[in-house]
């Protein structure tokens, strides 16, 4: 079993290439075999970027990371909000 940070980063357009390939009739193993990547990775990636072309997945990713961001964001100022009560709700 592998970490999931020891897995390579792939580019938007390196998925769509991939997917592309799929769309002209190589089999999921070969590109698999050729891409080193799992049959689970592929149909997840067949299932998210499938149909896009490289600038929507380039898109989605941008959307994706601005939103991860954002949710750290408000789970920071969530804390700080906690804390704040916290310190606000005790006696001295």
């Not at 390196?14 to 075999?33: F, K, M, P």
């Not at 080193?36 to 592929?42: E, L, T, V, W, Y």
């Amino acid at each position: 079993h592998r970490d999931l940070h020891s897995f390579p980063t792939r580019r938007s357009s390196d998925l769509i290439a991939i997917l592309r390939e799929h769309e002209a009739g190589v089999s999921t193993a070969d590109l698999c075999r050729k891409h080193g990547m799992s049959n689970a990775s592929f149909y997840t990636w067949k299932s998210k970027y499938g149909g896009m072309d490289v600038a929507d997945a380039q898109k989605l990713k941008g959307l994706e990371a601005e939103n991860a961001k954002l949710k750290r964001l408000l789970a920071d100022a969530m804390l700080d909000n906690a804390a704040l009560k916290d310190l606000l709700g005790k006696k001295w």
